[in-house]
């Protein structure tokens, strides 16, 4: 059987290392993101539900070419931030 021995300050930075890689953050996240994604997010199944919330200026999109519209991801969890309530 092996032993291993660190420093605990040398533990502590290794697991705020392991933390770090695990959390997914905003830079790791594609800023575009197709229709099927953005549906998920978003949670509809109706890609009528999606158009128009395009069309209502409600989520941010791009018009790659005339088959291809991707979608803000940051919009959309800004569109979802803005329907929250605060509780009493």
């Known amino acids: 059987m092996d032993v291993?021995?660190?420093e605990s300050k040398a533990f502590?930075?290794?697991i705020d290392q392991v933390v770090e890689k695990l959390e997914p953050s905003?830079?790791?996240l594609d800023k575009w993101i197709d229709g099927?994604?953005?549906m998920k997010?978003?949670?509809i199944t109706s890609k009528s539900t999606l158009q128009k919330m395009r069309d209502n200026g409600e989520i941010e999109y791009s018009k790659v070419n005339e088959r291809t519209i991707l979608y803000n991801r940051f919009s959309i969890?800004?569109?979802i931030e803005s329907?929250?309530?605060k509780t009493f």
């Open 4 to 6: 291993i021995v660190i």
């Open 77 to 79: 969890e800004e569109y």
């Open 12 to 14: 502590f930075a290794l």
């Open 41 to 43: 997010i978003l949670h």
């Open 26 to 28: 905003k830079k790791q």
């Open 36 to 38: 099927a994604e953005a």
């Open 83 to 85: 329907k929250k309530f």
